[in-house]
Each structure stands twice: as C-alpha cells, then as structure tokens.
Nanobody, 121 residues
Framework: VQLVESGGGSVPAGGSLRLSCESSGYYSKYRMGWFRQAPGKEREGVACIDMDGSTRYLDSVKGRFTVSGDNAKKTLYLQMNSLKPEDTAMYYC??????????????????WGQGTQVTVS
C-alpha cells in the first residue's frame, strides 16, 4: 500500500487546512490514521478511522479536526479548523490491518506516507 499526503501549508492561527491521503491499496480494509510529529517530540496520533467507520481523536484536537474517508476515491481526509501554533508539525497518513493496539497508537501501523508539513503562526 502506498500513501501520498497533500494539503499541508502555512496558515495563521485560527485558519483551516484540509489534508488528503491517497491510497494505492485496498483502502476500505485498513484502519487509517493521521499522525503528527513536531521537532524534538514523539509521533502522536491525531485522528483515526476504523473499518467500521468509528473515529477517535486526540483530546487537544476534538471539536476542531474531523477525519473522514472516501472509499471510492481511496482517500482519507483530515479537516483542520481553528488551527493553533501548537498544531505545527509534520503530518503523516498511515494504514494498518493490526487491531491489537488503540487506534491512535502508531506502533502497529505498517504503511506510512512521506508526510506533509503544517505550520501555524
């Protein structure tokens, strides 16, 4: 499975961005997630969507970010509103068939995109 992210950029605080992640594989069979990593920090789960459509969010983004998917387009989205400087990070899309860990835990995710930078000033 190959994953390609797009949609990152630089925005002022309070702005919005929509990230996209196109998949080359059997998209609907995977648990999909968005993760981010800021310099000097560990990678953290931001939002994820399971095969049954259920979603999970990092507490700090609840009410501001929305994860969704389009099975026909094999594309995962992350709508980010009311962005804050602390949201600045490289954002990665990931996929896994493994369900042994919580959805937002990056350790069982197998496939990763190259990342897209989000900068909020």
């Amino acid at each position: 499975v190959q994953l390609v992210e797009s949609g990152g950029g630089s925005v002022p605080a309070g702005g919005s961005l929509r990230l996209s992640c196109e998949s080359s594989g059997y998209y609907s069979k995977y648990r999909m997630g968005w993760f981010r990593q800021a310099p000097g920090k560990e990678r953290e789960g931001v939002a994820c969507i399971d095969m049954d459509g259920s979603t999970r969010y990092l507490d700090s983004v609840k009410g501001r970010f929305t994860v969704s998917g389009d099975n026909a387009k094999k594309t995962l989205y992350l709508q980010m509103n009311s962005l804050k400087p602390e949201d600045t990070a490289m954002y990665y899309c990931s996929a896994t068939l493994g369900l042994s860990l919580p959805c937002l835990d990056p350790r069982r995710y197998t496939y990763w995109g190259q990342g897209t930078q989000v900068t909020v000033s």
